[in-house]
């Protein structure tokens, strides 16, 4: 390889003094063909280009070391092997040449990787109503002390890019249908097309290109609300690709740093008024005015708000011995009359349904935890009937929190010997009655000053008696003249004269 000066002095002997190639390369102490190649090069460089590059060593395991190069594609970046991963990987195949070699081809073999052409996206268009987009992400807040992560939901109207998000603890169908709910009530109508990921919750099939073979209950949803499913190629972000960016976007807004709040509800009321802020805030890419003021136009084309999807996944369970039945590493009570038998459990993103031939036999808050035992004590009060004894010590009447004068007679009735089944003759008057009721009648018991469940239970009746019904006033035309006196005298006068 010869420098640029010595390429200089060629040229200029050559150009400017005339001298020959013969005599160049004589003075130069060069070959005639390297003068040659410089003065008919037109743009002169020192470099030099090796058309073949001779592997003596490396070729014969070229075939191997590509094959271990594609096969790291697949992976992630932080996932895939450096290249004296791959020297070594090839030592032991037999490789005996050194590992620069090895790390300058995958070099160069990933240099000329990344410089393909690249895909070209088209930028795409909707119109008012038309389309929304949506999209789940992972996040952490700090709930109640404690940081967890999150699942959060993402709507996105494709024409006004009005955003919506919503928080829940996982990721599964019923959650899925609780944040459609709470979306189309947000916008206050519903646009004609969703565009999803291939989510396992919405999508039970992948088929040839656009076709999929939809969840009957995801189905269902989009029936109620008139939605048009559209699920996305696999792999293809760039065609909901608004929801995308908007995901990176509200992490940064929303979620850096952590927000700290009380409870799930109160972190998604913050996050509907942060939408709503944000939408003010913000110019749309293609008008020249707010989110806020496209999303007001917009939602004249969307479509009318029907009433909430029932959004609840349904399961058969059977009722065990002690009255409860198991969901989601959990275990709730419902009333013992369903002792044994299989009964209709439905899972909302916040509560725990179960019938049994129609009629609802338990309803619990939704639990999140594992391993946790959730009860209702008047599921067990028809069993307490026949067994008064397991008020005191039954697990699900541990921790009842009852009303105020209820609990002082509980208390009082407890240090008689029969105290159990009077209390239990109180709480079985409750499915009659009501509660409130026989709050009452407790504290007109402890008023009296003496506590029992006959004195209680009489309390109760005499407030179920009709009230007394108004005196009638007589007329004037009625009115004796002579009214007869009340006299028991006179009957002694006729004792005396028989």
């Known amino acids: 390889m010869i420098c640029m000066e010595t390429i200089g002095k060629i040229r200029r ?42 592997r003596p060593k490396l070729g ?62 088209v930028p795409l268009s ?39 998000v919503v928080a829940y603890p996982r990721e599964t169908q019923e959650m899925l249908f609780d944040a459609h709910v709470r979306a189309f009530a947000f916008y206050g109508g519903v646009a004609k097309r969703g565009i ?38 696999p792999a293809s972000g760039w065609e909901k690709g608004q929801v995308e ?40 890419p293609e008008h020249a005015r707010t989110v806020w003021e496209v999303f ?8 009318a708000l029907p009433k909430p999807f029932d959004g609840f996944v349904e399961t058969e369970v059977r009722v065990s011995s002690t009255s409860l039945v198991r969901f989601d590493r959990n275990r709730y009570s419902v009333a013992c009359r369903a002792v044994g038998s299989i009964v209709s459990l439905r899972a909302y993103a916040d509560r725990i349904l179960v019938l049994h031939r129609g009629d609802v036999v338990a309803a619990h808050a939704r639990h999140f935890g594992r391993d946790r035992t959730l009860y209702d004590p008047w599921h067990y009060v028809p069993a307490l009937e026949r067994k008064p004894g397991a008020l005191r010590n039954g697990a699900p009447f541990q921790e009842w929190n009852l009303p105020t004068a209820m609990t002082r007679v509980r208390a009082r009735l407890a240090k008689q010997s029969d105290g159990d089944r009077q209390f239990v003759e109180l709480l079985a008057a409750v499915l009659d009655d009501g509660i409130d009721a026989l709050e009452a009648a407790c504290a007109c018991a402890l008023e009296q000053g003496t506590v029992s469940s006959d004195v209680v239970l009489n309390a109760l009746l005499r407030a179920k008696d009709p009230p007394r019904l108004p005196m009638v006033t007589i007329p004037q035309t009625l009115v004796l003249a002579i009214e007869p006196r009340a006299d028991c005298a006179r009957y002694d006068q006729l004792r005396r004269h028989p």
């Open 296 to 303: 007001q136009d917009e939602q004249i084309a969307l479509l």
């Open 13 to 54: 002997y050559r150009f400017v003094d005339g001298k020959g190639i013969k005599q160049i390369a004589r003075e130069l102490h060069l070959a005639r063909n390297t003068v040659r190649r410089v003065i008919r090069d037109e743009t002169p460089s020192s470099a030099y280009l090796r058309r073949n590059q001779p």
């Open 196 to 233: 999803y990921d291939n989510l396992k919750t919405a999508v039970d099939a992948i088929l040839i290109g656009r076709e999929r073979t939809f969840n009957r209950r995801f189905l269902q949803l989009c029936s109620h609300y008139l939605v048009e499913p559209v699920a996305c190629t």
């Open 126 to 164: 909707f119109a008012p109503g038309e389309a929304y987009q949506f999209d789940w992400s992972h996040e952490q807040a700090e709930i109640d002390g404690v940081v967890q992560t999150i699942k959060v939901a993402h709507f996105r109207l494709a024409h006004s890019r009005m955003p919506f």
């Open 60 to 121: 014969r395991y070229l075939p191997l070391l590509e094959r271990l190069l594609e096969e790291d594609q697949s992976r992630s970046p932080g996932e895939r092997r450096c290249s004296q991963r791959l020297f070594e990987v090839l030592r032991l195949a037999g490789y005996a040449g050194a590992a620069d070699s090895v790390a300058r081809y995958v070099r160069g073999w990933r240099e000329a990787k990344h410089s393909q052409p690249k895909d070209v996206f």
């Open 245 to 284: 960016r908007q995901v990176h976007d509200l992490r940064e807004t929303l979620f850096k740093p952590r927000p700290k709040v009380s409870s799930l509800a109160e972190l998604n009321a913050w996050l509907a008024a942060r939408c709503v802020e944000i939408a003010h805030s913000r110019q749309h």
